[in-house]
């Protein structure tokens, strides 16, 4: 299955929170999950990314937690600010293919 | 100032018109993508081409055409043929086809009428 189910659909916090976008994926073949960050009329850019033999990947106030034997890993944003308001992307690649398949996103919204 | 160009930002068809999409890149990269974005669907792949002169279909080719002449440019028409053409469409390229990063361009926005 090249599917990557993302979950919430939406999600507000306060400022200072910490959001946790979750992911889920059946195909054990995917060796690269990527997260995208997309704000309103703008291309995805890349935010952070993590291989399935490492279980933590931190890159200022964003971590992602990756659980190889559940097949899900996470977004966390540390001290989340209204500038991190934006629609966040999970996506995970198979060698060889060069396919991203991607998570149906995220919409976060954090309140000042 | 390296990137990728998608022009134009808005576009208005009326149905039963072909229209093309441009996308450019000065990153020198070898792969190109485009990929179609509809509301709580998230991105999904149309065409690729990791080389000049060569594109495979994505997972919704059907009522889409791309070319890649250049290294720089991979346009994108829509063909009449596409049952529900208004989306946003987005280009991307990577290094090769065994980079793992992609690189998003603004995105045309296409509305069709």
């Known amino acids: 299955q090249q599917q990557v189910k993302q979950s919430p659909q939406s999600l507000i916090v306060q400022k200072g929170g910490i959001p946790i976008i979750n992911c889920a994926y059946e195909?054990?073949?995917?060796?690269?999950f990527p997260w995208y960050q997309q704000f309103p009329g703008k291309g995805p850019a890349l935010l952070i990314a993590?291989?399935?033999?490492?279980s933590e990947k931190k890159e200022g106030r964003f971590t992602i937690s990756f659980n190889k034997s559940a097949k899900q890993f996470s977004l966390h944003i540390m001290d989340s600010q209204p500038g991190d308001s934006a629609t966040y992307f999970c996506?995970?690649?198979?060698?060889?293919?060069?396919?991203?398949?991607f998570g149906t996103g995220t919409r976060l919204l954090v309140s000042p | 100032d390296g990137g990728i160009t998608q022009s134009p930002k808005y576009l208005f068809r009326k149905e039963g018109q072909n229209v093309t999409l441009s996308c450019e890149q000065n990153?020198?990269?070898?792969?190109m993508y485009w990929y179609r974005q509809d509301p709580g669907q998230g991105l999904r792949l149309i065409y690729y081409?990791?080389?000049?002169?060569?594109?495979q279909k994505g997972d919704i080719a059907e009522g889409y055409s791309v070319s890649r002449e250049k290294k720089e440019s991979f346009p994108l028409t829509v063909t009449s043929a596409q049952k529900n053409p208004t989306a946003f469409y987005l280009c991307?390229?990577?290094?090769?086809?065994?980079?793992?990063?992609?690189?998003f361009g603004p995105g045309t926005r296409l509305t069709v009428t």
């Open positions: 990153l020198n990269h070898d792969a």
């Open positions: 195909n054990t073949a995917f060796d690269y």
């Open positions: 996506a995970a690649i198979i060698p060889g293919f060069q396919k991203l398949v």
């Open positions: 081409s990791q080389i000049v002169n060569d594109f």
């Open positions: 993590i291989r399935p033999d490492v």
């Open positions: 991307a390229s990577s290094t090769d086809g065994n980079s793992y990063e992609q690189y």
